[in-house]
């Protein structure tokens, strides 16, 4: 069976806090293998368009300013519906909403300052791969 590829990212709020080594515990913890990592900052125009879908929504301006506010790690994880499973362990995008035990109730700060980004579809993770590896 095929493996899918997904893209994490640990969110400045998640650096900043220490748990790098706590989220990729649970990943290592999981069905996920880490087959790429880096740790770099986002400089704005990169992080707009990383996140051009909500470029018109109120919080955009926000969360521009949040994702390049000090540095992030990008992962690639590979495993059997990668994109699920990775959502999955994140918890709901909204902290308070995150079931027990997912990383955005463990270590989102607010909202905006949710500790991870997965990819919300295959053919979204294979741009966003594309976007942060192949350069
Ligand atoms: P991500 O794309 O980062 O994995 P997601 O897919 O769960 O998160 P999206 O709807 O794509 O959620 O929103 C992108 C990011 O924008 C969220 O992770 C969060 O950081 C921020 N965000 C989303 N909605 C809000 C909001 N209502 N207020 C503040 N920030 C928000
Ligand atoms: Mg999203």
Partial sequence: MSEDLTLSIIKPNAVRNKKIG???????????KIKKAKLMTLNKSKAETF???HANKPFFDELVKFMTSGPIMVLVLEG??????NRRLMGATNPAEAKNGTIRS???DSMTENAVHGSDSQKSA??????????
């Fill in 22 to 32: 706590k989220i990729i515990s649970i990943f290592e913890e999981s069905n996920l």
């Fill in 51 to 53: 996140y051009k879908e």
């Fill in 80 to 85: 059997t519906n990668a994109v699920e499973e």
């Fill in 106 to 108: 463990l270590y989102a």
């Fill in 126 to 135: 294979h741009s966003e791969i594309a976007f942060f590896f192949n350069e």
